[in-house]
């Protein structure tokens, strides 16, 4: 165990770089509810979206409440050692403000097609048959879909501004999962696979965990998978590449572990039940498939409204079948063991092992 000074610094300088974060993200949370409270009024509705569900809503308190369990944990697991103390590499106080100008510019957009309910602009004649006609929307109804470079720019913060600050400390709860089958091995041997692994926070976490570990990132949008270039450039050992999770482009029985972080809610039910053959089928026996995604149906009664609400307010086609999915049936079918859930906030951490 740790001398007393050591942990107190160590409470210390997480404090000092999660609560401004947290801070900086709640601020924007609260200026776009300000915001669309203005644009409602301006058109003359009345309905506020808390009205769209008559599920149980939780309030502020019990959000911010229920967002400091989560940094409790994230910091629990610091001093247990399974990570070290996290680096967000956000960037600069100057990268900070042109990504915020970047997601406030697209607020008035996303209103449009929120009003609209135009959530296919993506789709084009230089866009169609080049990825999955599913893939092909605008998402969370921001421009842009997952197809361009400006969207890149914007997707942290607006997932951040989602979860109030806490979306990397939510990623983060992979890892203690991922420490049960690493530690102690030579992580120079082993090999890990991260699907849709966006602007690459997740691997760059990875990687402040094992530095030495041969990690792969796939997605299928070239303009994240160069910002994740960037934001990785530090790391070593680390390698990224297009592909689709619904034929991995890897040989069967090469990866100890597969990882995927808020993707298996945007994929259709067929595709999601190809993907997760396709992870069991590229695992070792032995291997770990750790998955971490949005709380479903049940997991947490008080928030059942929340998760009504997401798909209103973000478009988000096949999330009423995710929430309903049982992963641990299909994990079943694929041959795979479903060994825990962990819930951490609104999302849950769902942990699978090929047998030996």
């Known amino acids: 165990m740790s001398n007393p000074l050591s942990r107190l610094a160590t409470r210390v300088a997480y404090g000092a770089s999660q609560l401004p974060r947290v801070a900086w993200y709640i601020g924007h949370s609260l200026a776009v509810r300000r915001l669309a409270e203005t644009t409602r009024r301006r058109e003359g509705q009345k309905v506020s979206p808390r009205a769209l569900t008559h599920a149980p809503v939780p309030d502020r308190g019990r959000l911010y409440a229920d967002m400091a369990l989560l940094l409790q ?26 990504r915020s100008r970047l997601f406030f510019e697209d607020l008035p957009e996303i209103h449009r097609r929120r ?13 169609h048959g080049k990825r999955p006609r599913y893939y092909l929307q605008n998402f969370h109804f921001q421009s842009g879909g997952w197809m361009t470079d400006d969207s890149a720019k914007r997707y942290d913060t607006q997932v951040e501004v989602l979860f109030n600050g806490t979306a990397n400390a939510m990623r983060r709860q992979a890892l203690p999962q991922l420490h049960e089958v690493i530690a102690g091995r030579d992580q ?6 991260d699907i849709g692994c966006g602007t690459g926070r997740f691997l760059d976490f990875l990687k402040q965990a094992w530095p030495r570990l041969p990690a792969l990132g796939l997605d299928l949008s070239e303009p994240y ?20 999770a619904e034929s991995l482009p890897l040989p069967e029985a090469s990866q100890d572990a597969v990882t995927s972080i808020f993707l298996f809610h945007e994929l259709p039910p067929k595709v999601r039940r190809i993907a997760l053959r396709e992870c069991a089928r590229v695992l070792k026996p032995g291997g770990r498939l750790v998955l971490v995604d949005s709380l479903q149906h049940g997991d947490r009664p008080d928030y059942e409204g929340l998760l009504e609400l997401f798909p209103q307010n973000y478009h988000e086609p096949y999330y009423a079948s995710y929430r309903n999915e049982d992963f641990g049936a299909l994990a079943a079918s694929c041959g795979l063991a479903h060994r825990r859930d962990v819930k951490a906030f609104v999302s849950k951490v769902m942990v699978f092992d090929k047998p030996e």
């Open 188 to 193: 120079r041997k082993l090999s890990l696979l």
């Open 225 to 244: 998978l160069r910002y994740a270039k960037r934001h990785l450039r530090r790391w070593s050992k680390m390698s990224l590449a297009v592909g689709n």
């Open 73 to 98: 944990q994230d910091l629990a697991n610091v001093e247990a050692g399974i990570y070290p103390l996290p680096a967000d590499h956000d960037g600069s106080i100057l990268t900070l403000f042109h």
């Open 115 to 127: 009003e609209s309910n135009a959530h296919s602009e993506v789709l084009s004649e230089e866009t």
